[in-house]
């Protein structure tokens, strides 16, 4: 259900709210928070989808500002959704014109939920001290997005840093959750030595590059160099160097299966696939704590990682970066021999035909069914 209020009060809302509330029974009375989006026009709806997906796993009221036109008057236009257009939760999306975008604030506060978390999320661009906002100001955790920000990533990470506030976050941050998890995995296996160097290599527009090489940087406490790929999107490889060889998790070009490499140990693929901002945003939301990790990584961990003046492909030739290319065969080959390997149980375990046939007869039929069958898939 979507009510529409022109030209309205945040009285006007509040009251609305409760009418809604009386009127449709209880209407997600277990909010964990008050979750606001600062968003332009163009991007609403978008946020809104996004935060309605996120607020499946953690029910909250979704106060969206929509900054609109700021000439002309001064005027509120309100919004209500709830039921099947507001997700678990219930969004208010309010609309600022004229003088009235200058004072989110002001406007916000009425429709907080009482003695509850506030996190503030800006979609696309940020303010440059999201602390000082002073809609950021009222929250505990301030959520950015370098990755959607119309200035480079880069300088985007230094802004951040220079005004980092406990409680601040990035949703680039959260994209590479699953990197960290699968690096930290590998070095917690034999044999247990200190990694020497770590190649990044990322796409020029992705901020989850720079905050992945300043985590190992912050953490591993080596040089960290970052060159850059002309092709792909996020991250694509890192190669961790030890004395008995390098460590490799390498996502081929827009895949989600990654190809892990280690010393003494045979290939591997892992489910590595390209988180969506619903996801994002849910994890942020996990947490209302500071992110002392992040932090080190944003304000310690980037200063000490090199950008490379070579290329993702020099570093490749140079051997100080795993290829794409040889991880996506390899990635191949461990899928046909899984495939092959099932197709080998399979056989395994086929029944005894009721006319006593032997077994190797059975196994060479099925073998040569399987082949046959192969053959005309491909």
């Known amino acids: 259900m979507i009510v529409d209020l022109p030209n309205t009060s945040t009285a006007a809302v509040s009251k609305r709210l409760v009418k809604l509330r009386s009127d449709t029974g209880a209407m997600a009375l277990s909010r964990v928070l008050t979750l606001v989006v600062v968003v332009d026009e163009a991007e609403a709806e978008d946020a809104i989808d996004v935060a309605n997906d996120a607020s499946r796993q953690h029910p909250c009221r979704i106060i969206v500002v929509v900054m609109g036109n700021r000439r002309g008057s001064a005027r509120l236009d309100g919004q209500i959704r709830v039921g099947g257009d507001a997700g678990a939760s219930e969004v208010v999306v309010l609309r600022l014109y004229g003088p009235l975008a200058k004072h989110g604030r002001s406007v916000v506060t009425p429709l907080l939920l009482a003695d509850s978390p506030i996190v503030v999320w800006w979609p696309t661009d940020g303010p440059k001290d999201p602390a000082a906002d002073p809609i950021g100001a009222m929250a505990q955790r301030r959520i950015t997005d370098s990755a959607r920000a119309s200035i480079a990533p880069r300088a985007t990470l230094k802004r951040l840093a220079a005004s980092y506030a406990p409680g601040d976050t990035d949703l680039a941050w959260s994209r590479v959750t699953l990197w960290r998890a699968l690096l930290a995995a590998a070095l917690d296996q034999p044999p247990f030595e200190p990694v020497t160097a770590a190649t990044v290599v990322a796409a020029p527009d992705s901020p989850s590059g720079e905050l992945l090489a300043g985590w190992l940087a912050a953490r591993l406490r080596c040089p960290v160099s970052l060159p850059r790929a002309r092709q792909g999107t996020g991250i694509i490889s890192v190669r961790l160097e030890r004395a008995s060889g390098s460590v490799d998790l390498v996502r081929p070009l827009d895949g989600n299966t990654a190809m892990l490499r280690q010393p003494g140990q045979p290939d591997r693929t892992l489910a590595l696939h390209h988180r969506s901002d619903a996801e994002c945003l849910a994890d942020e939301l996990r947490r209302l704590d500071p992110d002392e990790v992040y932090a080190e990584a944003l304000t310690t961990g980037l200063a000490g990682v090199r950008r490379s003046s070579r290329t993702a492909s020099e570093a490749v030739r140079a051997g100080v970066a795993p290829s794409p290319a040889e991880a996506e065969?390899?990635?191949?080959?461990?899928?046909?021999?899984?495939?092959?390997?099932?197709?080998?149980?399979?056989?395994?375990?086929?029944?005894?035909?009721?006319?006593?046939?032997?077994?190797?007869?059975?196994?060479?039929?099925?073998?040569?069914?399987?082949?046959?069958?192969?053959?005309?898939?491909?």
């Open 329 to 378: 065969e390899a990635t191949q080959r461990l899928r046909r021999e899984a495939r092959a390997a099932g197709s080998s149980a399979m056989v395994e375990k086929m029944p005894m035909p009721a006319d006593g046939a032997d077994t190797e007869t059975v196994k060479k039929a099925a073998a040569t069914q399987l082949a046959e069958a192969k053959e005309r898939r491909s």
